[in-house]
């Protein structure tokens, strides 16, 4: 589906409230719209429009004038079958007005001399009778014109008042259609992520994919905003402008016409330009995102290693494409913005002064005052929408750039949550000739195969790379095998959801993470499932009572992002409590002593014991003597398995794992002498 088709579909999911902005907006810009109208019928009909023939009658009323004793009314205020007098005639020349007892046939060039009203024109002079009216007089003559002033200006305010109404109807409508539809794309994002395979983020900085969902979405909430309201307002007033101006002046309104296919030219112009430098910005954008998040991260190795100023010159280096682009789309933007709006205005106003000024003025064909001010007041008003179309390119280009970034990420194939509502398995674990690799061609787990019965100790060891965590991401489901085959109590995991997998496992990292929230809140994990009562025995059980009974509200103390507060054996024990709270029927523990000191560790040792009855345990361990109680211990060489058996059968073996043994046995020795 097209990008522009999937922001449409997200706008649909919120039409009653859109659909009412719109009308509302309809319903403001015809009020307004109707303002030139109004004023052309104040100009025509009331201002000047006491220069149309008089006619003497007998009547009264509030039509009539009387004038040297005589009553007259004009020619369109006489209802039908009334008698009609001498016509008179009410004619201005340059600031004064006079007054002619007879019709007047025609008209041009005006002059009053000697009592005389001179008109001129291509057939010679004509002259009439006429007298100058004092400005008494003349209030006369306008009297019967005031109501009717009046009325129209009232009307004409009560229509900017409904419009203002409307407008700030509209404009409320479309902000919450808007930030409702933001925050269900929002949503639809974050949710998309959790369903993402663990191998997308191996090559995605965080940066980056937080870029997506938070600058990219604020772009395209921008064009709903923005983008949507000016686009939408200026199509109705343009389309409303031209059907005013047909209604006025037919052949005018044709010539204005050439603007709409100038209008289209100058975006597709626009987008050929600046959709390649958009697309540039965006991108940097993101990498200067995910540099910073990088170097928050790593601050401590940055300023440890003195690294600032080469990460400030790599900043530099970003920043400024970033500006080097921003500028060349800030050209674009002037060029094709006000300097061709302010072009295409002029060549209309030469337009509209050639017409009038030519073949308009020829006599008996002059158009009205109040004609010649609304069309001059609709060119004006319809330069103003076409200017905001024009200024919104550039933020147009920049959502739809946005909003391919975040349609492409919603494209990525995920995995759909499915509610794991299986009983607890017992955890019987069984690899069968297991074959992986992480890119196609290249495996890292080569013909793996054993068998953990339940409530078995399997230990993993093995040099860096030699596959000890690929067989736990494995058995997690966060990679799929590529040949062979792994089953928990006889049942290939294939066959599983992944959430029934999970969740009668329990993992604990060399690294523990945690987030922002209590300790309490970092063993439950918000679930709802675990009482207070499981969460503090959890804690009690790996020893972590003494160690956090110390901090001022103990299990309730405050954890800000990832922990940095606690000491790396303070997070590793809220990691294993978190584990423990689970009640998981498959416990792994990857690198899970590293980063703990030798007292919590015989502390959390003696736990295990008790905790590790009943559940399949997993250790991946670099210190061997942390294992030799494992049941089945994996030497694992180059992804294969070189040697399996307890820690007595291997060590009589004297293999791999005799020699890492004594290894590890004789720097602690030599540690231990060193010390003493």
């Given at each position: 589906m097209k990008t522009g088709n999937r922001l449409v579909q997200y706008a649909l999911y919120y039409k009653k409230t859109l659909i009412a902005a719109l009308l509302m907006l309809t319903v403001a810009v015809g009020a307004e719209l109707t303002?030139?109208?109004?004023?052309?019928?104040?100009?025509?009909?009331h201002i000047i429009g006491i220069e149309k023939p008089w006619y003497e009658t007998s009547a009264g009323g509030k039509d009539t004038v009387t004038y040297n004793g005589t009553r007259y009314k004009r020619e369109d205020r006489f209802t039908e079958g009334e008698s009609k007098g001498s016509e008179v005639r009410i004619l201005q020349t340059e600031l004064d007005y006079y007054f002619?007892?007879?019709?007047?046939?025609?008209?041009?060039?005006?002059?009053?001399?000697?009592?005389?009203?001179?008109?001129?024109?291509?057939?010679?002079?004509?002259?009439?009778?006429?007298?100058?009216?004092?400005?008494?007089?003349?209030?006369?003559?306008?009297?019967?014109?005031?109501?009717?002033?009046?009325?129209?200006?009232?009307l004409y305010f009560g229509l900017l008042v409904l419009a203002s109404f409307f407008n700030y109807g509209q404009r409320f409508f479309l902000q919450v259609t808007s930030n409702r539809i933001i925050q269900r794309m929002r949503m639809d994002i974050f949710e998309h992520i959790q369903r993402?395979?663990?191998?997308?983020?191996?090559?995605?900085?965080?940066?980056?994919?937080?870029?997506?969902?938070?600058?990219?979405?604020?772009?395209?909430?921008?064009?709903?905003?923005?983008?949507?309201?000016?686009?939408?307002?200026?199509?109705?007033?343009i389309t409303g402008i031209f059907i005013a101006l047909f209604l006025l002046e037919v052949k005018l309104a044709l010539i204005c016409l050439a603007i709409i296919p100038i209008l289209v030219l100058w975006t597709i112009a626009y987008r050929k330009f600046s959709s390649n430098y958009n697309e540039k910005i965006r991108t940097l954008v993101s990498d200067i995102n995910a540099m910073v998040n990088e170097s928050i991260q790593g601050m401590t190795i940055i300023q440890a290693f003195r690294r600032q100023k080469e990460m400030t010159a790599e900043f530099e280096q970003l920043n400024e494409a970033h500006y080097t682009y921003q500028n060349k789309l800030l050209s674009i933007n002037s060029l094709l913005s006000h300097n061709m709006v302010g072009f295409i205005r002029n060549v209309a106003f030469v337009a509209l002064i050639w017409y009038f000024g030519g073949a308009s003025l020829a006599p008996g064909s002059m158009v009205s005052l109040g004609v010649l001010y609304a069309f001059v007041d609709y060119l004006n008003r319809l330069f103003q929408p076409i200017s905001g179309i024009v200024n919104q390119f550039a933020q147009l280009e920049q959502a739809r750039v946005a909003s391919n970034r975040v349609f492409s990420l919603l494209d990525e194939k995920g995995i759909e949550v499915e509610a794991a509502e299986n009983p607890r398995y017992k955890g019987n674990v069984s690899f069968d000739h297991v074959y992986f690799g992480y890119t196609e061609g290249h495996d890292v787990l080569k013909d793996i195969h054993f068998e953990a019965k339940q409530g078995e100790t399997v230990a993993l060891v093995g040099h860096t790379g030699s596959g000890k965590s690929s067989i736990m991401n494995l058995l997690f489901r966060f990679y799929d095998v590529d040949r062979g085959s792994i089953s928990i109590d006889g049942v290939n995991i294939k066959e599983m959801s992944r959430q029934e997998i999970r969740k009668h496992m329990g993992i604990v990292l060399q690294d523990p993470f945690l987030f922002t929230g209590t300790i309490a809140s970092n063993v439950s994990l918000e679930n709802e499932q675990i009482p207070r009562e499981q969460i503090e025995k959890a804690l009690k059980d790996v020893g972590a009572e003494h160690l956090l009974k110390s901090l001022p509200k103990g299990f309730d103390e405050p954890v800000i992002e990832k922990g940095s507060t606690l000491s790396s054996g303070q997070r590793q024990l809220i990691s294993f409590a978190r584990a423990l709270a689970y009640d998981p029927a498959i416990l792994i523990l990857d690198e899970a002593t590293a980063s703990i000191d030798t007292e919590t560790e015989l502390a959390i040792q003696e736990a295990l014991e008790v905790l590790k009855k009943g559940r399949t345990t997993f250790i991946i361990a670099h210190r061997l003597s942390t294992i030799k109680n494992a049941d089945q211990i994996l030497v694992l060489d180059r992804g294969e398995i070189a040697e399996k058996g307890s820690h007595d059968e291997l060590m009589k073996a004297e293999g791999n794992y005799y020699q890492m043994y004594k290894l590890q046995q004789g720097k602690q020795s030599a540690g231990s002498s060193l010390a003493g």
């Open positions: 303002g030139p109208i109004i004023a052309k019928k104040m100009i025509d009909d002619i007892p007879e019709g007047v046939k025609q008209d041009g060039e005006r002059k009053a001399e000697n009592g005389q009203f001179v008109i001129s024109n291509r057939d010679g002079e004509t002259s009439y009778p006429a007298v100058k009216l004092s400005k008494d007089e003349l209030m006369k003559f306008y009297e019967p014109e005031v109501s009717g002033i009046i009325f129209l200006m009232t993402l395979p663990i191998k997308y983020f191996d090559n995605l900085p965080a940066g980056k994919v937080v870029a997506r969902v938070t600058n990219d979405t604020e772009a395209i909430r921008e064009l709903y905003v923005a983008v949507l309201a000016t686009f939408f307002t200026s199509a109705i007033y």
